[in-house]
């Protein structure tokens, strides 16, 4: 099993930045894809950033390219969404989840509990 914490989400003005962390714990989560979702107030969730097992590949959605960037830390087990230039459509709950393979970056089979992110206009 695979427990992830994310941590980081709070207020901020637009314009803004932050860092998500999220921390897996349970079991090491170096041999899977990561990712990292969004759910708006009265929106489905939707994915927003992930990053194979090595690092050496990511994607984005394209309302985030340019703005964010995830990365990881082997050496910690964890996770990271640097989102930068932030804008009140981005406000929403963060999720962090933990792939079921090294390389798929479609398919998620653990998820965190959220951390809230507000953008302020």
């Known amino acids: 099993q695979v427990q992830l914490v994310e941590s980081g989400g709070g207020l901020v003005q637009a314009g803004g930045s932050l860092r998500l962390s999220c921390a897996a714990s349970?079991?090491?989560?170096?041999?899977?894809?990561m990712g990292w979702f969004r759910r708006a107030p009265g929106k489905d969730r939707e994915f927003v950033a992930a990053?194979?097992?090595?690092?050496?590949?990511?994607d984005y959605a394209d309302s985030v390219k340019g703005r964010f960037t995830i990365s990881r830390d082997i050496a910690k087990n964890a996770v990271y969404l640097q989102m930068n230039s932030l804008k009140p459509e981005d406000t929403a709950v963060y999720y962090c989840a933990a792939g079921r393979s090294p390389n798929n970056l479609h398919d998620y089979d653990y998820w965190g509990q959220g951390t809230q992110v507000t953008v302020s206009s």
């Open positions: 349970g079991r090491t989560v170096n041999w899977l894809a």
């Open positions: 990053i194979n097992w090595t690092g050496g590949s990511s």
